[in-house]
């Protein structure tokens, strides 16, 4: 059995009704999806958050980071970095920022390949994204 005691990684792809969530392996190697959370308010995102937080061990959290395709700032930038902060706060742990541009395009494409259509599965589009997220940061976690 795993020991609850390794610290994982994170990662939200924050949206304003939808949070993809991904989580590394207790190896910090792969991403592995954990859920969609589809939220009406800002106190019914903080519970379904705080029970992923009470479930595992977290060392810190990865936020998609939306850039416009040519890398200047997306107008959504700011809510998301003012969520990074309520994140550090909240649960006083390491918040990172990774480049999610394709992220969405990556999972609508995963989906399509799998003969399922992205429209119809927004929740598993987020899901996904934050998987592919997660991975990249990893990757260059693990390559340095």
Known sequence: MISRNIKRILALDFGKKRVGVAISDPLNITAQPLSTIVYKNDMDL????DKVQQSFKISHIVLGKPLNMDGSKS???????????QLKKRYSVQVDYWDERLS??????TLKFSG????????????????????????RLNSN
């Open 104 to 109: 969405s395009r990556v999972a609508e494409n």
């Open 75 to 85: 107008d959504f930038l700011k809510e998301v970095e003012s969520f990074g902060k």
């Open 46 to 49: 903080w519970v379904n958050l």
């Open 116 to 139: 399922k259509s992205p429209s119809r599965n927004k929740s598993t589009v987020d899901k996904i994204a934050a998987i592919w997220i997660l991975q990249g940061y990893m990757d």
